[in-house]
């Protein structure tokens, strides 16, 4: 079973082993995590179209072949743990974080099962329970992470690749993070490594694009053999990664390649939380440990102003729905097909008339298209949360950003791709009453979509530090 082991000591490592995962199961079945009552509570780091659950699995020692098996949610391969790992060891500073975190647990748990509030008002925070999966639950966990979530940053590396990354463009929700992550006044980095939770490696795929990458090559090779050497630093020089294998390890990333360039190493890849704007389901993308993160261009570094002040809701809006952009991939041919230029109440274009403003467009239509395009991620969505613009969410295999936590159906509407010869049918059926709670939901919805300098409480830059506790919170590290 274990490569390492000498042929004397087999059978005792077995023993000893076996013992301890039966030990985890009398416990996990005792305190009740995985019971019908804690299913319920529908809470959990999963993706939007699952029942969403607050799960806690465990970090279990499995063989190859187990590794392969449905349902296997966060395993590290026992053959390919280094000499240093002891899994029957406890740390007491280690012991201390995992009694915090099972306090945390159990009052989440507590605070979900009351179900029958429409209004959270406490210590001057005012939650809307209509867009929450479950509304007490996130305030809940979202009040532990501020009281207990500590991070810490890896200083190796050398810019511009590591500890900087783009404010400015397409990719600003990379660069902003890592900025915060370093130079912002939070609460969350602790320079302790030994009292963190979670560690991050704050090098970005942006840059490695830019200064690694040849143009027109389509080699990544660069990409992922970066990504390869900063893991083997970290790991020889820092004992954390070889303890889970870097299950409690995050990187961060909203370029398209992101995916490609986490493969340098398969446990960043397969074990480590991956928090990517390309969160795609069927390339590799596990909701139950990655994180999605909202893609949000900022031009110049600012939101375009038109969108800080949407028309009040007492201003009907001229047009049904609204999209203009180009032919990336296989869905927007599809819609420009069937809509473009077809109606006069639909306003959908391949390139935007030279008289019309994008932002007055989106300000003036009562739904927004968003389709995917060579990948599953659009800043579009962000924009339409802005312009109170209900988002059509046009895609397949997407993971929406804070999925685990927020209720997308009260401030969107996902429309099947087969559906869209059926489109203006589909959103004329949407009736008034219904319309009027989705803009009400973007309204509420907003302020988690908003990125900060210096960041606020529930803003982007805290909910992604949320969709990474919550990760932390479903890994038991010994």
């Not at 009398?26 to 780091?45: C, E, R, T, Y």
């Not at 390649?257 to 795609?280: D, E, H, K, M, Q």
């Not at 391949?350 to 007055?360: A, N, R, S």
């Amino acid at each position: 079973m274990l490569a390492m082991m000498n042929r004397d000591g087999v059978t005792v490592w077995i023993v000893l082993l076996s013992s301890v995962f039966a030990a985890s199961i009398a416990i996990v079945f005792l305190i009740g995590f995985f019971s019908d009552k804690a299913n319920v509570n529908g809470f959990g780091p999963f993706n939007s179209s699952y029942e969403a659950e607050f799960d806690i699995p465990t970090v279990e020692l499995v063989t190859t072949a187990a590794r392969t098996r449905d349902g296997e949610s966060r395993a590290v391969l026992s053959s390919e743990f280094s000499s240093k790992f002891k899994p029957t060891v406890r740390r007491r500073q280690n012991s201390k974080l995992e009694q915090g975190l099972a306090v945390a647990r159990a009052a989440i748990r507590k605070a979900a099962s009351n179900r029958n509030v429409s209004l959270i008002i406490k210590n001057s925070d005012v939650i809307s329970t209509a867009i929450y999966r479950n509304a007490g639950a996130f305030y809940q966990s979202y009040m532990e992470m501020e009281r207990r979530f500590k991070v810490y940053v890896y200083k190796e590396g050398e810019l511009p690749i590591v500890h900087d990354g783009p404010c400015k463009d397409i990719y600003s929700s990379e660069g902003r993070f890592i900025h915060e992550m370093e130079h912002g006044n939070n609460r969350f980095r602790t320079s302790n490594a030994k009292a963190a939770h979670v560690y991050f490696m704050p090098f970005s795929v942006t840059w490695m694009v830019k200064y690694l990458y040849k143009p027109n090559t389509y080699n990544v090779s660069p990409l992922k053999e970066f990504v390869s050497d900063y893991v083997r630093l970290i790991s020889r020089k820092h004992p954390f990664w070889n303890k889970t294998q870097g299950a409690d390890h995050f990187m961060l990333t909203c370029h398209d390649w992101g995916p490609l360039a986490s493969s340098g190493n398969a446990f960043l890849y397969n074990t480590s939380i991956r928090v990517l704007c390309n969160a795609n389901s069927s390339e590799g993308f596990d909701p139950r440990k990655d994180v999605s993160l909202p893609e949000i261009h900022l031009y110049g570094g600012k939101v375009n102003p038109k969108l800080l002040s949407p028309p009040p809701s007492n201003i009907s809006r001229l047009y049904l729905a609204f999209f203009a952009g180009g032919l990336h991939g296989s869905i927007r041919p599809i819609l420009l097909k069937h809509w473009k230029g077809r109606d006069q109440d639909l306003h959908i274009y391949e390139y935007l008339p030279k008289d019309q403003d994008y932002y007055d467009s989106m300000l003036k239509s009562k739904f927004c298209l968003c389709p995917s395009g060579y990948e599953v991620a659009s800043p579009r969505i962000v924009e339409a949360i802005y312009a109170e613009c209900i988002p059509v969410i046009l895609s397949d295999h997407y993971v929406l950003p804070f999925s685990d936590v927020l209720n997308w159906d009260a401030f969107s509407i996902h429309i099947d791709i087969l559906e869209i010869p059926r489109l203006k049918e589909i959103l004329i059926a949407v009736s008034e009453d219904k319309y009027l709670r989705l803009k009400e939901g973007l309204r509420a919805v907003r302020r988690h979509f908003v990125l900060n300098r210096p960041a606020k409480r529930f803003d982007m830059f805290r909910m992604i530090l949320h969709s990474v506790w919550l990760r932390r919170l479903n890994l038991r590290v010994g």
